[in-house]
């Protein structure tokens, strides 16, 4: 089983739906956990934390199961700009990043 | 705030030469990493310093791989020889210290043909 596990998609979506993506880890130690954004031929870019009691940062709301072993990042209103690889990103001793799921919004 | 700065941004070379990767971190940034990224991957970890002392260097390739912080500010990646699978972006990220979140540099397109 991999570390960090996510669905690499693509998920195509049209602008302003809702998407949701989830991950799911395999070390119950893990620490902390984060949700990164990597544009084409760009380098990866912290979108936000993900913190137990769940966060939100404008249309972008994260949570962690911990139970269960896994985090989700829900984008509500897709944009056009929010095209891009959302890569999931466990810390146990060190990173562990996901293979990334791919988003394309059409108009 | 300045970024992390990676240089080459390119680079094209054949198989069995060598190739230096240079990085220098947010300024005051503990911590710093080398990954390896290659097409359709996410990044995987290659070295992991904490101010100039490796942390973790578990899934660098020592044969051929060999990285440095000296004075526990910039770094530097070498290949010494390359073969054709080293094909890849390599990042270099650091943060203020472990479990903070990584900013990254632009990174370096390496081609091994």
């Known amino acids: 089983r991999k570390e960090v596990e996510q669905d690499p998609g693509p998920f195509n979506v049209p602008e302003g739906a809702t998407v949701a993506f989830n991950c799911t880890y395999s070390?119950?130690?893990?620490?902390?956990f984060f949700w990164y954004r990597q544009d084409c031929r760009k380098e990866p870019k912290l979108l936000m934390s993900?913190?137990?009691s769940g966060n939100e940062d404008g249309r972008f709301t994260a949570q962690l199961n911990r139970a269960s072993q896994y985090i989700s990042l829900l984008i509500r209103d897709s944009k056009l700009s929010d095209s891009a690889t959302y890569l999931c990103?466990?810390?146990?001793?060190?990173?562990?990043f996901g293979t990334g799921t791919r988003l394309q919004v059409f108009p | 705030e300045a970024g992390v700065a990676q240089s080459p941004r390119y680079k094209i070379i054949e198989k069995r030469q060598s190739v230096a990767f240079w990085c220098n971190p947010i300024?005051?940034?503990?911590?710093l990493y080398w990954y390896q990224q290659i097409l359709g991957q996410g990044p995987k970890l290659l070295i992991q310093f904490q101010n100039n002392g490796v942390v973790d260097d578990s899934q660098l390739p020592k044969d051929r791989f060999s990285a440095e912080r000296l004075k526990g500010v910039d770094s530097t990646l070498k290949i010494q020889p390359a073969k054709l699978e080293d094909s890849a972006v390599y990042l270099c990220a650091s943060s203020r210290d472990s479990f903070y979140e990584q900013y990254f540099g632009p990174g370096t397109r390496l081609t091994v043909t």
């Open positions: 300024s005051g940034h503990a911590t």
């Open positions: 070390n119950s130690a893990s620490q902390s």
């Open positions: 990103v466990v810390n146990t001793d060190k990173l562990i």
């Open positions: 993900v913190y137990s």
